[in-house]
């Protein structure tokens, strides 16, 4: 959301764009970042939540801190009217692990309250969020949208699809430690759900276990008192 000032020469020198998440942060580092020939953006906010029981994911949740709504923009060009002609580019990001009838169902928000740049505006991009390596994933709707927007305004269009390239590419591999019983089975391992799979906690997950089972599957068994793990 906020990029500090004893970091943006490095980030300026190894990255090609940059996306700003408000006007301020945007008229305090586009001139800087012009110079470097960074093409530089802004996080719009359509005000279109997608995230149903995912409230905790919800860029567009009331009081977000993500993205520039519609209204904060006015006020902002009202005082500043030059700062949008810094812009090469907006940036939305709305889902979380969804398809593309999400994407579809946002685009036309985000046409209806940011669409008047994108005749002064080189490329959207569309963030992440979006779901594409799961099976069912409906490829050819996110193909017809892009092309729509491509086709429509003349613009570059960027995705983020983060969790669908890396999702269940490798394991993460734990020793259980000591386990005993306090009223349940307990096992003390060396990693933990906070340091290594925090979304466990906040949504929560149930992350998949080689060999366990799920709840009921497999016979229950309690450590006896003088149990300890070798």
């Known amino acids: 959301p906020a990029f500090k000032e004893s970091e943006i020469g490095e980030l300026t020198d190894i990255c090609e764009h940059l996306v700003f998440n408000s006007f301020s942060q945007l008229e305090k580092y586009a001139d800087f970042c012009?110079?470097?020939?960074?093409?530089?953006?802004?996080?719009?906010?359509?005000e279109c939540s997608t995230q149903g029981d995912h409230a905790i994911y919800d860029p567009c949740a009331p009081g977000s801190r993500l993205g520039t709504t519609r209204?904060?923009?006015?006020?902002?060009?009202?005082?500043?009217?030059?700062?949008?002609?810094?812009?090469d580019g907006l940036h939305f990001?709305?889902?979380?692990?969804?398809?593309?009838?999400?994407?579809?169902?946002?685009?036309?928000?985000?046409?209806?309250?940011?669409g008047f740049m994108f005749d002064r505006i080189k490329w959207l991009n569309f963030g992440g969020g979006h779901h594409i390596t799961k099976p069912g994933?409906?490829?050819?709707?996110?193909?017809?949208?892009?092309?729509?927007i491509r086709e429509t305004y003349g613009l570059e269009v960027y995705l983020e699809p983060g969790e669908a390239v890396a999702l269940n590419a490798g394991w993460l591999v734990t020793t259980v430690l000591d386990t005993f019983a306090n009223?349940?089975?307990?096992?003390?391992?060396?990693?933990?759900?906070?340091?290594?799979?925090?979304?466990?906690?906040?949504?929560?997950?149930?992350?998949?276990i080689a060999g366990a089972g799920k709840p009921g599957e497999k016979p229950s068994f309690m450590f006896p008192k003088d149990y300890n793990a070798a």
């Open 71 to 87: 209204a904060a923009w006015d006020a902002a060009v009202s005082q500043h009217p030059s700062l949008p002609q810094l812009l």
């Open 93 to 114: 990001h709305t889902m979380c692990e969804q398809g593309a009838d999400t994407l579809e169902r946002t685009l036309p928000h985000v046409e209806e309250k940011f």
């Open 137 to 148: 994933y409906d490829v050819e709707k996110l193909v017809k949208n892009v092309k729509r």
């Open 183 to 208: 009223g349940c089975n307990i096992a003390i391992t060396d990693a933990s759900a906070a340091c290594h799979m925090p979304d466990v906690l906040e949504m929560p997950y149930r992350p998949e």
């Open 34 to 46: 012009k110079e470097k020939g960074v093409s530089i953006g802004i996080r719009v906010n359509p």
